[in-house]
């Protein structure tokens, strides 16, 4: 009987663990649907609703992203999706005389720093940061550009995944880092183990595929250049030594010694985290991430970059991959600028100026623009 009424007794036990573990599942798929259920009524009513800019704004941040890229689809005609895109990708340029944009960009910046803005320069840069209304970016002026120069992850030949940032800057003994150029990610998956488009490292052609992209690099003489769909005799002739393509229609600002041209979007309204680089007249070169993807920060559009970057005086600038390769590293930026440890997260104790917005570690990245020390 003993026996007996031991072994009911294990029965029970076994039936409710069952039985907890049954209603434990239950409840949490339920609330994983009833999510997924507001979050497409939600997307549903911003994509179909009344209002013709919010739903431009949703589709282009969504395209923004390899991984949602699809979603638009879910409830607009392709017909439709393309248009928005299409017509997100219409310039705008505002010309401005060298003379004037000089003069404009001088008397902002003495407004905001020093006579001399190089007298409280650490590792002979400057780091700033911007709250704009929908982002917050991180900016480095390095004061000698031959100093950034492209770092690869691999020799691109042997099938090597991409390197993580952290993984390149103590590779290459770099004092600041931020991600560079296109690779194959095919919704969010890419491994970075090659470019896309024209690549240049340390003087040598490193990549070329024959693939058209805005090229964006440095040539011997240090000038920064972002132009749009270059070949490699192009490239050559002007004596590139390391140079990133992304996508196209990325080239933000140019000039001719003569003029600045702004290049902005007519309708590109599609909010991300960002990343860029420019050049200021004497030099200087501007490295620029923003966040994105997060309730206190949705992220920055292509004409906020513009905006930021003529704010420092920028005189020719492209736009680097954004989204989840966004990133900006300084070693002990925090300890530098003296930043409390406990306002940062992991990845940020590690040297991300950047909160890291991703389902995933900091990727993968066949390039990136580094900064050797001093």
């Not at 879910?74 to 340029?93: T, W, Y």
């Not at 309204?269 to 990343?275: D, Y």
């Not at 050049?279 to 501007?286: E, K, L, S």
Request: charged share 20%; net charge negative.
């Amino acid at each position: 009987m003993k026996s007996n009424s031991t072994k009911k007794k294990k029965r029970n036990n076994g039936l409710r663990a069952s039985t907890v573990i049954g209603r434990t599942a239950l409840v949490f798929f339920t609330i994983i649907f009833i999510l997924l259920f507001t979050l497409a009524a939600l997307c549903y009513t911003l994509l179909t609703g009344p209002s013709p800019a919010m739903r431009d704004r949703v589709v282009l941040s969504a395209m923004q992203a390899s991984a949602t890229k699809w979603l638009p689809g879910l409830f607009l005609d392709d017909a439709l999706v393309d248009e928005i895109c299409e017509k997100s990708a219409n310039v705008q340029e505002e010309v401005i005389a060298m003379g004037a944009f000089k003069a404009d960009s001088d008397e902002e910046k003495t407004q905001e720093t020093p006579a001399d803005e190089w007298d409280s320069a650490i590792d002979g840069m400057i780091y700033k940061t911007y709250s704009g209304a929908t982002y917050k970016a991180y900016m480095l002026i390095v004061k000698d550009p031959s100093r950034v120069y492209v770092g690869t992850s691999s020799d691109y030949k042997s099938g090597q995944i991409g390197a993580r940032i952290f993984d390149i800057v103590e590779r290459e003994n770099a004092i600041a880092a931020i991600n560079g150029g296109e690779f194959e990610d095919t919704n969010g998956h890419g491994t970075g183990n090659t470019p896309v488009g024209l690549t240049y490292s340390k003087g040598s052609c490193v990549w070329n595929d024959g693939l058209r992209r805005t090229f964006i690099g440095f040539d011997s003489n240090n000038v920064l250049h972002a132009v749009e769909s270059i070949t490699k005799a192009e490239a050559d002739a002007l004596g590139m030594r390391d140079a990133v393509s992304f996508q196209t229609g990325n080239v933000l600002i140019t000039n001719d010694n003569e003029n600045v041209t702004l290049y902005y979007s007519e309708n590109n309204v599609g909010m991300s985290q960002r990343t860029a680089i420019g050049q200021r007249a004497d030099g200087a070169v501007i490295l620029l991430v923003t966040d994105g993807r997060s309730a206190s920060s949705l992220g920055a559009t292509k004409n906020d970059l513009i905006d930021l970057l003529v704010s420092e005086g920028a005189v020719v600038a492209g736009m680097l991959d954004g989204g989840s390769s966004a990133m900006m590293y300084y070693r002990d930026y925090y300890t530098k600028y003296g930043i409390a440890a406990s306002e940062l997260d992991e990845y940020q104790k590690q040297g991300l100026t950047n909160k890291y917005k991703a389902f995933t570690k900091p990727r993968h990245i066949p390039t990136y623009f580094l900064v050797k020390p001093e």
